[in-house]
C-alpha cells in the first residue's frame, strides 16, 4: 500500500497510525509462533476514529485486525492488513450497575484492573485466563475466553450481555437481548443492521441448514469453545424452534475474532466475589493416563478450579528464581498434578468439601499425594501455573517448546482417549506435548 495514504488517514485521526518498519515489526505477531508483517498500526482515540479507518480500509480493499494486548496463542490478531489497536485509548470503566450487577467498559480494560475496580462492589468478571494480568476485555470477548474459573462461572460468552459496535459499512449499531417481536420488528427494518438479522434468519431458518449444524457442531456439553462461529447458539431461540424467549446476535460476536464488528463497548454479567474460604488439593501422579482418568470423578464436585500441570512445566520451574519458592507442595517427581480448588462460606462446609474431594480421590486410588493448601499458598500454587508457560520458552539446549495447538476442548469423558491418541500422533512424527 501507498504510504501516501497511510498518511492521509493519519491526517483524518485524532489517533495516530504508525507504520514505520519497528511499527510493522513489534506488530507482526502476538503471543503465538505466528508472523505477518502488517500494512501498519492504527490507534484510535474515538468511535468516530473507527468509523474513519473502517471506511477508509473500505475505500482501499484492506482488512482490518482488531487487537488489544496481543495475548493471543493461535495467531488471531496476526494478519497482513492494518491492525487497529484500541488498548491505548479505549480503556474506560464506563458504568457499573449494582442492583444488575453488570459493568459497562471499554474493550482495552485488563482483566485484573476490572476485577480491582469491583472488589468494592462485592463483585467480580468470572472468566480468568492465565493471562489476566495483562490481557483485556475486548480480547477476552473476540476469543470467548474460559480460563480455570469457567467450570464454575462459565465463559465470556455466558457473560456478554450487550456490545456496541462498528459494522463494515461503518455504521454503528449496538447488539443485545431482544424478543421475539423485537426481531420480527428488526428484520422489517431496512438497514445495513437489519439485513444481518434478515441473513441470520433466512439461513438459520432453513431446517437443512439447522439439521447440518446440530449434527456437525461440537456436543453441546463442549462449553469451553473458542473456535469459530457460534451459529449453533442462536438456534436455541424460539425463532428457530428452540426454548429461549429472546435473541442475541453478541453470542455470536463472542468468539468471532473480531471478524464480524469493531466493538467499541461491552456490558458483562457479573458474579458475587467467590466464598472468602478455599482449599486447593493438588494431586500427584506417576504418570499422565492415571492424572486423565482422575478429571472425570473429580469433576462431579463444585471446584472452583480444575487444572494440570504435567512434568515438562514443572521441570521448568526448578530452575526459575522466581518460582521455586512456589514449588513448595511439590512431592517428589511427579508426571502430572492436578490443582483442584474447593470454596465455602464457613470453616465447617470446607471441611465437608475437602472430605469428600478427598474420598473421590482415595476411591480412584490413582494419586501417590495429597497435600492439601490454604489461603497464600493457593496463590502461590496458581502463579506457579501461570508462569508454566512463559518459563517453557526458558528450556535449556535447543528443544524448545513451540505454542502452535491452543484451546482444543473436548467432552470430559472423552478427554483420556482424545490425549492417547494426539500423544500417539505425536510420537509418529518424533515429537512430544507439553500438556
Known sequence: ??????????????????????????????????????????????????????????????????????????????????????????????????????????????RDELNEYLKPYGLFFGPNTSTSNRCMIGGMVGNNSSGTTSIQYGVTRDKVISMKTVLSDGSEAEFGRISTEEFKQKIQENTFEASLYKKVYNELSNKEIASEIKENFPKPEIHRRSTGYAVDELLKTDIFGGDLSYFNMAELLCGSEGTLAFTTEITVQLDPLPPALSAMVITHYTTLEDCLMDVVPVMEHPLQLCEMMDK?????????????????????????????????????????????????????????????LYGDQIAKAIELRKAGLGLLGNIVGDMKAV????????????LKDFIAEFSLIMKGYGQSAVY
Open 403 to 414: 505454542a502452535c495447538i491452543e484451546d482444543t476442548a473436548v467432552a470430559l469423558p472423552d
Open 312 to 372: 515438562v512445566i514443572l521441570d521448568c520451574t526448578k530452575n526459575n528464581r522466581a518460582q521455586l519458592a512456589n514449588r513448595f507442595f511439590v512431592e517428589g517427581d511427579p508426571a502430572a498434578l492436578l490443582m483442584l480448588q474447593v470454596s465455602a462460606h464457613t470453616k465447617k462446609e470446607l471441611e465437608d468439601a475437602i472430605a469428600a474431594l478427598q474420598k473421590t480421590i482415595a476411591n480412584s486410588g490413582l494419586s501417590y499425594a495429597n497435600p492439601v
Open 1 to 110: 500500500m501507498d504510504n501516501n495514504l497511510l498518511s492521509k488517514l493519519r491526517e483524518d485521526l485524532e489517533g495516530d497510525v504508525q507504520f514505520d518498519n519497528l511499527t510493522k515489526t513489534l506488530y507482526a505477531t502476538d503471543a503465538s509462533v505466528y508472523r505477518k508483517i502488517p500494512l501498519g498500526a492504527a490507534f484510535p482515540k474515538s468511535v468516530e476514529d473507527i468509523k474513519k479507518i473502517v471506511c477508509f480500509a473500505n475505500d482501499e480493499n484492506i482488512s482490518l485486525i482488531p487487537r488489544t494486548a496481543g495475548t493471543s496463542l493461535a495467531g488471531q490478531c496476526v494478519g497482513d492488513g492494518l491492525v487497529v489497536d484500541v488498548s491505548k485509548h479505549f480503556t474506560d470503566i464506563i458504568r457499573v450497575d449494582e442492583a444488575k450487577k453488570q459493568v459497562t467498559v471499554q474493550p482495552g480494560v485488563i
